[in-house]
């Protein structure tokens, strides 16, 4: 399964924001190259994925686990160690997800409704609550950087919270036909920012039944 593999995508269904020479923020300043700040991140999202998915807990996820504070904490565990932005909700205007300071409202209304889409009130399936959950947090795109990576993660530990199994999240670059999966990706993300979920559902349908 590809936990921290991030697609390689120019359009905002990946969530990532900004160039490979961008080292604004960087606390580790030995990363001196791309490379060395890829596999400080990997080694760092590797360990957020022990914590959260594959390290046996003592105890059962709450109902109403997501809250703002938590989305925070999960972005600041991934990248707080390399980053001064991780963990901290963006305070400026991106190409990519809404107007900065509709932020912290909008994931606290993304809180609300997931509460509800995994209410017993509610008719949602769980890999459409995990369409959403991930189209809204990526469509936010709450942090500097790490979005797409992080809304992953955050669908990963519902999926986990569920009993269900995990998605294998394809690394398009490293795939022979990659280009076809990250196509089929954007478009299924753009479709969902229009709230016309079903190609995202059965993209995810499919990751899951991989291997």
């Given at each position: 399964?590809?936990?921290?593999?991030?697609?390689?995508?120019?359009?905002?269904?990946?969530?990532?924001?900004?160039?490979?020479?961008?080292?604004?923020?960087?606390?580790?300043?030995q990363l001196t190259n791309k490379r060395a700040r890829d596999i400080a991140e990997?080694?760092?999202?590797?360990?957020?994925?022990?914590?959260?998915?594959?390290?046996?807990?003592?105890?059962?996820?709450?109902?109403?686990?997501?809250?703002?504070?938590?989305?925070?904490?999960?972005?600041?565990?991934?990248?707080?160690?390399?980053?001064?932005?991780?963990?901290?909700f963006r305070t400026k205007n991106l190409n990519l997800g809404i107007e900065w300071?509709?932020?912290?409202?909008?994931?606290?209304?993304?809180?609300?409704?997931?509460?509800?889409?995994?209410?017993?009130?509610?008719?949602?399936?769980?890999?459409?609550?995990?369409?959403?959950?991930?189209?809204?947090?990526?469509?936010?795109?709450?942090?500097?950087?790490?979005?797409?990576?992080?809304?992953?993660?955050?669908?990963?530990?519902?999926?986990?919270?569920?009993?269900?199994?995990?998605?294998?999240?394809?690394?398009?670059?490293?795939?022979?036909?990659?280009?076809?999966?990250?196509?089929?990706?954007?478009?299924?993300?753009?479709?969902?920012?229009?709230?016309?979920?079903?190609?995202?559902?059965?993209?995810?349908?499919?990751?899951?039944?991989?291997?």
């Open positions: 399964m590809s936990t921290s593999g991030e697609m390689k995508m120019s359009d905002g269904a990946t969530g990532e924001t900004h160039g490979d020479d961008d080292t604004e923020g960087l606390l580790q300043t990997l080694e760092a999202i590797g360990s957020a994925y022990q914590k959260y998915i594959f390290r046996p807990r003592g105890k059962a996820v709450k109902a109403d686990w997501l809250s703002p504070e938590f989305i925070r904490k999960i972005h600041a565990d991934m990248f707080g160690s390399i980053w001064d932005w991780g963990g901290k300071h509709l932020i912290p409202e909008q994931v606290h209304l993304l809180c609300g409704d997931f509460k509800y889409w995994n209410s017993s009130s509610s008719s949602m399936d769980v890999i459409e609550i995990a369409a959403r959950l991930q189209n809204r947090l990526t469509r936010i795109h709450p942090f500097r950087n790490g979005n797409g990576r992080h809304a992953r993660l955050v669908t990963d530990i519902f999926f986990d919270s569920k009993g269900q199994r995990l998605p294998t999240w394809p690394e398009v670059q490293l795939v022979t036909h990659g280009e076809q999966i990250r196509q089929r990706y954007i478009a299924a993300m753009k479709k969902a920012d229009q709230e016309d979920y079903p190609e995202l559902i059965a993209l995810i349908r499919e990751w899951i039944e991989a291997d």
